[in-house]
């Protein structure tokens, strides 16, 4: 399965932005859809995700209320909604596939498929 993340930009504090997940050579209905974000100097870190089977979302603490994950089965996308932006948002975005069970689905290595990230930047 390959990913391209796209939809990053520029975006002044209190914007918004909706990013994209585009799935090829396999389709998201078998895997669940995280997407992570690494801020310069900091660790890449987990901010939301939607699983395979039902559809349930998890986000992390700092994004609740503020980021939608999404998905599009006949588009074979998933989409990240970012709304009321924080200059802390600023980061590169990835958008990762895999089986995770509850348990691990913050975790990187429980995700096989990796995209290429999709810069934020949120100006004050």
């Known amino acids: 399965v390959q990913l391209q993340a796209s939809g990053g930009g520029l975006v002044q504090a209190g914007g918004s932005l909706r990013l994209s997940c585009a799935a090829s050579?396999?389709?998201?209905?078998?895997?669940?859809t995280g997407w992570f974000r690494q801020a310069p100097g900091k660790e890449r870190e987990f901010v939301a995700t939607i699983r395979w089977s039902g559809g349930a979302t998890y986000y992390t603490d700092s994004v609740k209320g503020r980021f939608t994950i999404s998905r599009d089965y006949p588009r074979n996308t998933v989409y990240l909604q970012m709304n009321n932006l924080k200059t802390e948002d600023t980061a590169v975005y990835y958008c990762a596939a895999g089986r995770p069970i509850t348990s691990s689905r913050t975790a990187e290595n429980a995700y096989y498929y990796w995209g290429k990230g999709t810069l934020v930047t949120v100006s004050s």
């Open positions: 050579g396999g389709t998201f209905s078998s895997y669940s």
